[in-house]
């Protein structure tokens, strides 16, 4: 006797089935975490479209609480790894090590901290860049090799990664090149004085807060991956598409339709995984919407979380303190004008 | 309830018909106006005339038509051009998609339907995902109370506006164009033109018999005159003619509408030549009219005199013509017979009283040939050309240059009183008008009932000085042109 037929679910139930999740996740994590609704939303947006995340902030501000919880509320595994000048590649992805058992000696793998469904990178800049990338390479592989052998890390594989933009002597920027590899970087400000006083409620009184797992830990990767095909069937109309060209072409020096501010102030513009990025969001922004295409209003959201980190501001540009994200605003109000 | 697809195919050609018509609109009132420029040229050239007193000569204005029609053609061209640029840019599905989607909100549901389900790309329907039953279902209650017809009307007001800015744009061109063509008209012209409208008008009233003759002859005449071929004695010959018919129609005309009008003046029509060429000069009795009884007959009259004025100055030009044509015969006499003929002038019919007779020595206003030999040395225009002088501006630091500029008579300098045969300039009071007590109507003044002569009168002054005094009255070189 066979299975019985899986029950074919519609569209319009699968849509709400994403928002609902959405909107529990959200509000799981806003239990723990005060403000940053932005923030939580890019984050779990970013989840949703199998991306990374850079999220910049000066210490104190909960990047690793939030990323914690998120792990937390999706029902995955976490792993923090703290990056410090001193850490080694094999401290991140594992290395072989010499085991004895019933008298024979061989190697065997010894996983590294990477193997998580979410990692948290915490001051990733503190690290050399020889540690760095092989974090990077790990994110855009989803997968190791060490001695030979590959191991594959188990989809989702979410890195979220925390950059401290003061104290910067013994750091190690981010090379631009890894820096692309991330789908957004958010920047986490700090509290309203109201949001403050929330925090200070919440973290100094008796009660501690705690989220409830949206999924079975042990469904929970399944589902997340259902969450992300679906967000890949949302369709985007042709005029969307030439929109999110003429985007990148207008921040690109010397690309098709570039702004004056952008030859004058940058050196390189976004690359494709730009775009890619840009269409992703957008397609997740649309789902939250309860729709099933994406709009203008849906890219024009995401332009900022997804190419502020990949301009490449010239000497110009930082000297007269000319921030890319002024240039990404510059550039969409000259398209929606010329739109 | 249709598709979707198929209210975006049915809004398309509303689309297409609407950008068809927007286009025409935009070129409707600039072909409209060089057309009725084209085809009024003729009309417009003798307003000119009349109000400017420049016109467009024949050839020119024909040259002149041809273009405005040919302008025409390219205009209907552009516009069928555009209209099927506009017709099939507007008719695009994906565009009409884009417009309903931003007529009714859509939030571009409507342009990403139609970009999976284009008809004209068959690929596009494998561009479509599971998802695409929920966005069919939602476009479906998207277009359920659209209506394209109420949606997509025709909004003629900017168009026309638009419309009208290139045509007056086309119009400015065209104007500048014709006043480029435009050249003051020959007497012979101005004859033409009086007495086509001196018939026009006679035909317009209820004429009599010899009045319609006149008319005829009229615009025989004028169509002489026009005439290349025909000889210039011939065209005298007419034209003489002519003039004496209309003195003696005016003559009968003034006998019947006025019963106290005093038409006074003589004249005498004298021609001779001297030594054996054959010298003509010819004369109309002066005939001023005047009297307070011509009623409204005052304009007509005028019109009548200014008539005659330009008969007598075309008479003229045309026995230049004559006569150059006879000089060629008259140098071959010279040489045996020592005698010559000098062209007469005629006789200023607006002159009161009697005239002397042309006896060949009168003082006639010079062609600028002879005007330019009587200039001082070195001050020919020729010379003068290239020096502009200060253009009387002194403002710049350029100061006039002294020089032996021609200058004129103040008033008194040369005696008290001024001989009007060496005048080059004479201002005349004319008789004015005044409006009837209570009536309404234009009348003759009777305490001015006849032009003034002269009481400003500036003949040329003879001699010239080596360098004129600061205190002379320098002609200013900005008018030096205008001296004839």
Known sequence: ?339 | MNSPIEIILRTSKRLARLAVIRTLLYSALPLTVTLAIAFDLDLLNGLALDHLGYRIDAVPAHLFQRSLLALALVQLFAAGLFAWRASSHAGDFMRTAEQIDRYIGGRQEIVTLATVSDPGRPKAAGMRSPLFPMLWGRVISYLEAFNPRLAFTLEPREPLVRSSILAVVAVIIMSTAAFALMSRPTPAQSVIRRLQLLANKIEASTPSLAQQQLAAAARDVAKDLTNPKLPPQEKLAELRALAQELEKSQKQHLGASTGSGNSSGGGTSSGGGDGTGRGSGSGNSGNSQTGAGAGNGGKANQQMVELHNDIAKAQMKLEQQANSGNNTTMARNDSSKGAGAAAKPGINPNQPGSQNSSNGRGQVPQPKTLANSRMPAGQSPSARKGDRGSMGDTHLGEFPKPGNYQRFYKLGEHGAVISMRDARYVTFQVPTEIDAEGTGAIVPDKNHPQAVTPYTNAPLKQERLPVSPDEQQLVPPRYRELIR
Do not use: W
């Not at chain 1, 609704?37 to 501000?61: D, F, Q, S």
């Not at chain 1, 029902?75 to 992805?93: A, C, H, V």
């Open chain 1, 1 to 339: 006797m066979g299975a019985a037929p899986k029950q074919e679910i519609s569209p319009v139930d699968r849509v709400a089935e994403f928002r609902r999740s959405f909107a529990r996740a959200e509000a799981e994590i806003a239990k723990v975490i005060v403000g940053h609704r932005e923030v939580i939303r890019k984050l779990l947006t970013a989840l949703m479209t199998g991306g990374h995340v850079l999220i910049e902030g000066v210490p104190g501000l909960g990047k690793t609480l939030l990323v914690k919880t998120a792990a937390e509320t999706l029902g995955l595994s976490f792993k923090r790894i703290q990056f410090t000048p001193d850490l080694m590649p094999s401290d991140i992805i594992g290395t072989q090590v010499l085991t004895e058992t019933d008298g024979r000696r061989e190697f065997s793998f010894k996983a590294g901290p990477i193997f998580a469904h979410v990692v948290l990178g915490d001051e990733i800049n503190r690290a050399t860049p020889k540690t760095q990338s092989a974090v990077l390479e790990a994110m855009e592989e989803r997968q190791v090799t060490v001695f030979g052998t590959t191991y594959a890390l188990e989809p989702p594989f979410f890195v979220l990664a925390t950059q401290n933009p003061i104290e910067l002597e013994g750091t190690y920027p981010l090379p631009e090149a890894q820096m692309d590899r991330f789908l957004f970087k958010v920047v986490m400000g700090a509290p309203k004085p109201e949001e403050l006083r929330e925090i200070l409620n919440r973290t100094t009184g008796a009660v501690s807060y705690h989220p409830q797992p949206i999924f079975e830990q042990r469904h929970a990767p399944a589902k997340i991956e259902e969450l992300k095909q679906l967000a890949r069937e949302v369709m985007v109309a042709e005029p969307l598409e030439r929109y999110i060209i003429s985007i990148i072409g207008a921040v690109t020096p010397g690309g098709p339709g570039t702004l004056p501010e952008v030859s004058q102030y940058l050196r390189f513009g976004p690359s494709p995984r730009g775009a890619q990025a840009l269409i992703l969001c957008a397609k997740v922004n649309a789902l939250l919407d309860g729709r099933a295409s994406v709009s203008y209003d849906d890219v024009n959201d995401a332009i900022l979380p997804s190419l502020r980190h990949r301009l490449l501001r010239n000497f110009q540009a930082e000297a007269e303190n000319v921030t890319a994200e002024a240039i990404l605003e510059q550039a969409l109000k000259r398209l929606k004008r010329s739109s």
